[in-house]
């Protein structure tokens, strides 16, 4: 794979006026590693938030991007911006794609443990996500750290052959976001723009996560609402288990950050902030429903009975997260037809909660 071949197209996101922030360093294998921090103006414990930029980005370029600062005033969170080394071929962190000696698994620890003698860390809220090469760091840092680290949410990012052959520390809370239309780091894994495969796809870090975590093998799926004529379509996937996986699926999503909540259905950062606060789970899985939803028969020939706690809308969503039944009730007991659907998995939503159910 040829690394260069992506830094054309970065080149032109690293030019303009950008708002240089005070670069700290830490020493690390005899090199002085740049990072950058942001804080609320008023704390007494802060969760900390690291955030590990792409291939050939900087700190100052991504800060600008983010706006980190008021990303930490909002939280009331730290926000940490490490920063890569340049290897020849652009600033790459070590995700165990290319031949590299540079332990930025361990810089990253030590520059956790250097800020929780200068600050007052909560411990119990340590947060990693990062973009592209950022999200594959991510994930590594997920599985040789998950008794550090609380959770995860590497973005457009996979897990490289070699971490897959690692098992996890720990089970760690993890959220993966990919679009379906990425074509440098392909949801199967492939990349069209550099003509290789660069990790496990999708499916396979599920499965990953899915054993390292104890969870179910079948998801509560639930498609996020559509409010923005944008082109995407965002579908999430719960898997509960003993720490709770979720894929965020950007239906159309590009190699991209989604950022402007005017623009966009959802904004990434919120959308992994809930996530990571356990504010956005599906069905309530970490705050349990007293709610009702029974589906029978099931499995189904087609004919299915619905009784609901409250008069609402019903909606069947397929595998895909596609809705493909939406109905309106004014009565708790609904009865739907899905004769001439094809046979499969699907699954029955109302009142925030989900029921699956099989089509024979």
Request: with cysteine; net charge negative.
């Amino acid at each position: 794979m040829k690394i260069c071949k992506l830094l054309p197209i970065i080149l032109f996101l690293l030019t303009g006026n950008l708002c240089f922030a005070q670069i700290q360093t830490i020493e690390w294998q005899g090199m002085q590693r740049q990072y950058l921090v942001k804080t609320p103006e008023n704390y007494e414990s802060l969760p900390v938030l690291f955030f590990l930029h792409g291939l050939g980005d900087n700190i100052n370029h991504v800060n600008s991007e983010h706006n980190f600062q008021q990303v930490a005033n909002r939280f009331n969170w730290m926000v940490v911006i490490p920063q890569a080394i340049n290897e020849g071929n652009g600033t790459m962190w070590n995700a165990a794609l290319m031949n590299s000696t540079i332990d930025d698994s361990g810089f990253l620890m030590a520059l956790l443990d250097s800020l929780a003698v200068q600050y007052p860390i909560n411990q119990d809220s340590v947060f990693f996500t990062g973009f592209s090469m950022g999200g594959f760091m991510s994930h590594r840092m997920a599985i040789e750290h998950g008794d550090r680290i609380n959770a995860a949410a590497p973005v457009s990012g996979l897990i490289t052959y070699a971490m897959a052959n690692q098992t996890p520390v720990a089970p760690v809370r993890l959220l993966h976001i990919h679009g379906t239309s990425d074509n440098v780091v392909g949801d199967n894994g492939y990349s069209q723009y550099f003509g290789s495969n660069l990790g496990l796809g999708v499916d396979a870090i599920l499965n990953y996560w899915r054993n390292a975590n104890g969870c179910t093998n079948e998801p509560i799926i639930d498609s996020l609402p559509d409010t923005h004529n944008d082109g995407l379509r965002f579908v999430q996937y719960v898997y509960p288990g003993t720490k709770e996986l979720r894929f965020l699926k950007v239906i159309g999503g590009t190699h991209s950050w989604y950022r402007n909540a005017n623009q966009y259905d959802i904004s990434y950062i919120d959308y992994i902030h809930d996530f990571f606060t356990g504010k956005n789970a599906v069905n309530n899985v970490n705050n349990p429903t007293t709610g009702e939803l029974k589906v029978y028969p099931n499995p189904t020939n087609g004919q299915i009975k619905i009784e609901l706690s409250s008069p609402t809308t019903v909606e069947v969503i397929d595998i895909q997260g596609r809705t493909i039944l939406q109905q309106q009730t004014d009565s708790c007991v609904v009865f739907i037809d899905l004769k001439g659907t094809q046979s499969g998995v699907y699954f029955v939503k109302a009142n925030g909660l989900t029921e699956k159910i099989v089509l024979e």
